[in-house]
């Protein structure tokens, strides 16, 4: 699935910005910059004050069920978890082309500044984009999928730049890669998946507001709070006092 160069570097080579100075959170996934917009200063306690921010139960228990797809597709657990089963034959088929080499799950994809493939955890990665079910369906045709867990209505806008994010990535990791469906799979309900389609030139022209977005986070070096009802209510410093301008009810 690895691609070592992209015949679109022409278009991107102006958004490097190779010679910014990064602040001190040099990397950024999609999480973690929506936390930032949110509130910089809770980013800047978890990754630079490196303060832990406990994992609540929904997102335990989303952890738990990622596991479940990822073993199930791989062979690993043979019954199909309850779980999974709003999309029990969508995870069948991925089972079967898993088989035949068709399908990767949870990849871990880093890249540098000016979007070119690099490892994880390397001196260059700038970005992190973790994908649960890449499915490749011909050269220049593939499927990027990732699982839900909770609910739908209310998070439409997040879920669609996440979406309009794992295109650009895919499209810039595969050179020969021309179009790309991207799904939301909302694991707890029966009303199908999210799907949205991208040719390279649209992911093209959505990549420099990503780009710019990620560069404001990795660049900032004044966290400043943006205390409200809506930022602080689930947001672990403002409740365990270690942010003195959070807002509890």
């Not at 073993?71 to 089972?95: M, N, W």
């Amino acid at each position: 699935f690895f691609a070592e160069s992209r015949p679109d570097q022409n278009k991107i080579d102006d958004m490097a910005n190779i010679d910014l100075e990064l602040g001190p959170i040099k990397a950024w996934s999609f999480s973690t910059l929506t936390k930032f917009e949110e509130c910089p200063f809770r980013v800047y306690l978890n990754k630079v004050e490196r303060l832990p921010e406990p994992s609540g139960a929904a997102a335990e228990r989303g952890t738990a069920i990622h596991t479940l797809a990822e073993d199930y597709v791989q062979g690993v657990i043979g019954e199909l978890p309850d779980e999974l089963k709003h999309y029990k034959a969508s995870f069948e088929e991925l089972r079967t082309l898993y088989a035949d080499a068709k399908v990767e799950v949870e990849g871990d994809w880093g890249f540098t500044q000016a979007w070119e493939p690099t490892g994880w955890v390397a001196p260059d990665t700038w970005a992190r984009i973790k994908l649960d079910v890449y499915v490749s369906e011909s050269e220049t045709s593939a499927r990027a999928i990732d699982h839900k867990t909770g609910k739908k209505w209310g998070n439409e806008l997040k879920h669609g730049s996440q979406l309009m994010t794992y295109a650009v990535a895919c499209f810039m990791r595969d050179p020969k890669l021309e179009y790309l469906e991207t799904e939301l799979w909302y694991l707890d309900h029966k009303h199908g998946p999210t799907i949205q389609s991208y040719t390279r030139e649209q992911a093209t022209m959505f990549q420099p507001g990503i780009h710019e977005r990620a560069i404001k986070m990795t660049t900032c070096k004044e966290f400043d709070p943006k205390p409200s009802k809506h930022n602080c209510r689930w947001c672990h410093y403002a409740k365990s006092g270690a942010c003195e301008w959070g807002v509890i009810d």
